[in-house]
Structures are given as structure tokens and as C-alpha cells.
């Protein structure tokens, strides 16, 4: 229910850190990152070294790490030192029972090295960013994946760890669209625990829009939604539960990490680009390496901007992400929080199950698969 959302223990934290490496730069990607080199993550590594330092004396030691997160980038081509540094980190800080502690690999990255190094590494949940089982959609976002290594070495990862997540895209041009799909059943074969279904998004102007252009007509949103109906058919059949509006878990395997996001805890970001929320107070660091190491080699922190949110901020900020839970919601609940007349909203609830997009069981409602892809939306005209 949802009001367990706001029952949080304030002692407990989640910390993510950003590695902003990759090999080769994807066309499609919007995260922070940059071409790895040897160099230039030693300085990396220096900088997460000393932001680490002080922000264990300022706010990890305080607090009970109830999740890691190492993402990127490509973490799956750090060096060992960076595999040292997360052993050193976890080692200092003060960690729930059975504490959640993810990293990001590429399927073209892992070998028998990777996974020695995972195999005597604390971590014990993997999220591989997969993107399609079809050859074709991989050749088409550049990726070099021989999916039947992959398939070899996922039995290897699977022996060590078993709480292992896919990142699938969805969205692809007309042409390959539908072997991806008829493709995303041999996920059947995958001892998964989770997986995560983005939609591509391409932007204007970029190399990769053109490509997509050549191919196909950018899909309208009745494409777009018959296209995720398909992927979570497929997940239903296999036991996935739909939890969030892009996650599927198996039971007991939801992301504890992307929860304690989407619940509002507190969670602290290192690395250039990451973000931190501890109660009201909310800050980014630096999207640039060099800003981002000399300002901690300069004894400061790597902030670039820090806001308080307000009260009004607060709520809104908590329910647009709670939103994207499939959970019951109770309504007098979520009045009260808003301040919204219930009048009101009486025909708001018959509108929304009318376009299906919400269960409603009187006292309490639950978006629909179709209601939480357009989560956000239902939200804002809750506000209205
Ligand atoms: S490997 Fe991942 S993080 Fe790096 S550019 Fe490609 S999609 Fe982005």
C-alpha cells in the first residue's frame, strides 16, 4: 500500500557510483561518459577515492548502507584498482543484512577475467545492459556481441551469481522490430531474476536519428504501446511480475536499489555526474571529469548544483515516483497528501478506468500495464 512508501527507516542509505568509461561511445546513449583510457581513470579513480573519504566522515558513517550500485559507463572494463576501491569501500561502510550490491556489465566485456574478479568481489546482483537477443538489432545500435559466448559466459556469471538482471530497448524500427520480439523469447533460456524493458529514444540532430530515418518512420504511440504489450506478454508467461513501469521481477527479486529511488530514501551518488537526495536537500556533481577531479584535488566537493526542496517540491517529487509503482493507492491517502478535493475527482477515477489505465477497488486503485506507461501523465492530471 502506499502508505508504506513514506514509512522508511531514516537510518538507512543507498550509495551509486557513476564509472564513465566505455570503449566505444553507443550513438543512442545519454549518459555521462567518455573513451576509457588508463590515464584518465587513474584520475578518476583518485577523485572517488577522496569524495568517498569525505563523504564517509560527513554522511555514510551515519547512516546503514542498505544498497550499492556501480553503474556507467562500462564498469565491466574497469581496471582491478577499481575493483579494489569497491572492496575498500565496502569494506568501511556500516552495511544492512544482506545488503544489495550491483554493478553494470556489457555482454561484449565479459570473459573468464571479469568473472574471476566478480567471483572474489562482494557484489551479488548484475544488471547486463543486453539491449536484444537478435544479431540484427545488436548490429544496428553497433554492438559486438556473439550472442552464443554470451550465452556461455551468462552460464559462467549465473554459477557465481544468481541474481542477474537484463536491460532490454524496445522501439526498434518496423524492419527488425519483429524479430526482436519473436528473439526476446529465447529469454526463456536466461536463469533471470529481473529484467528492465526501455524505450529507445533517439534524439534529433544525432548521427543515430538518421540511421533510424533510413529505415523506418519514428513510431507514434499506439506503435509504441503494441510493441511493450508484446514484450510483457512474453514476461507474464515467464513468471515476471510488472513492479514498475519499466520493471519485471521475479517474486522476491525487485531492483532494492531503483526501490529505494522510487520510495524517496536517501541515497548518495559519487563519480562525475551522480546525484545525491538526503531529505529535503538534493545536489549533482560536476558532468566533467576534469571539473569533477580537481575540484575534490582542490579540497572541495564536486557539486555543480544543490537545491532544497520545498514542502510542495517534496510531495510531488515522492508521489511522480511512487506513481511509477504498480501499487495500491489509497485515495484518502493521496488527498490528504495533495490537498485535492475528492469531489473532484470522483469522474477522474471513471475516466481512468474507462481507458483502462487504472483497477479501481473503491478505497484503493492500481495503474494497469497501460496506466503505468503513461504514469507521469496520470499523475499530472491528478494535480490539475
Ligand atoms: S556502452 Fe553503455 S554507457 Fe557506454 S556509450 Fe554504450 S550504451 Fe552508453
Request: aromatic share 16%; hydrophobic share 35%; net charge neutral.
Amino acid at each position: 500500500m502506499i502508505g508504506s512508501a513514506f514509512n522508511y527507516s531514516q537510518k538507512t542509505i543507498s550509495l551509486y557510483i557513476h564509472y564513465p568509461f566505455c570503449k566505444r561511445l553507443c550513438p543512442y546513449c545519454d549518459f555521462f561518459k567518455v573513451q576509457y583510457s588508463k590515464d584518465l581513470e587513474r584520475v578518476y579513480i583518485d577523485g572517488l577515492k577522496k569524495e568517498f573519504e569525505v563523504y564517509n566522515e560527513l554522511i555514510l558513517r551515519n547512516y546503514n548502507t542498505a544498497t550499492i550500485y556501480v553503474g556507467g559507463g562500462s564498469p565491466s572494463i574497469a581496471s582491478p584498482e577499481f575493483f579494489n576501491f569497491l572492496e575498500f569501500l565496502n569494506s568501511k561502510l556500516n552495511l544492512c543484512d544482506k545488503p544489495e550490491f550491483t554493478i553494470e556489465l556489457n555482454p561484449e566485456d565479459i570473459n573468464d577475467n571479469l568473472i574471476l574478479r566478480l567471483a572474489n568481489s562482494p557484489i551479488n546482483r548484475l544488471s547486463i545492459g543486453v539491449q536484444s537477443l537478435d544479431e540484427d538489432v545488436l548490429k544496428f545500435l553497433s554492438r559486438e556481441v556473439n550472442l552464443k559466448t554470451f550465452k556461455n559466459n551468462f552460464e559462467k556469471l549465473n554459477k557465481i551469481i544468481e541474481n542477474i538482471s537484463f536491460d532490454i530497448l524496445y522501439g526498434f524500427p518496423e524492419k527488425l522490430s519483429e524479430n526482436h520480439i519473436k528473439n526476446f523469447s529465447n529469454i526463456k533460456d536466461f536463469n533471470l531474476k529481473h529484467v528492465s524493458l526501455y524505450f529507445l529514444t533517439i534524439y534529433e540532430g544525432t548521427a543515430f536519428y538518421k540511421r533510424f530515418q533510413e529505415v523506418s518512420h519514428l513510431l507514434n504511440d499506439d506503435e509504441i504501446y503494441k510493441k511493450y504489450l508484446k514484450f510483457i506478454e512474453q514476461l507474464n508467461v515467464l513468471n515476471f511480475k510488472h513492479y514498475e513501469v519499466s520493471n519485471f521481477a521475479k517474486p522476491g527479486y525487485e531492483s532494492q536499489h531503483n526501490l529505494q529511488y522510487w520510495l524517496f530514501h536517501n541515497y548518495l551518488g559519487l563519480g562525475p555526474s551522480a546525484s545525491s537526495k538526503i531529505f529535503s536537500a538534493h545536489w549533482k556533481n560536476y558532468n566533467d571529469l576534469n571539473t569533477y577531479h580537481s575540484s575534490l584535488e582542490n579540497g572541495n566537493l564536486s557539486v555543480a548544483g544543490f537545491e532544497m526542496l520545498t514542502h510542495k517540491q517534496l510531495v510531488f517529487e515522492r508521489l511522480f515516483l511512487f506513481l511509477r509503482l504498480r501499487r495500491k493507492v489509497n485515495k484518502i491517502w493521496l488527498n490528504d497528501l495533495t490537498g485535492t478535493n475528492p469531489e473532484r475527482l470522483k469522474q477522474f477515477y471513471i475516466d481512468l478506468k474507462r481507458n483502462n489505465l487504472i483497477e479501481d477497488y473503491g478505497e484503493v486503485f492500481e495503474l494497469t500495464d497501460k496506466g503505468l506507461m503513461v504514469s507521469e501523465e496520470v499523475f499530472l492530471r491528478y494535480l490539475k
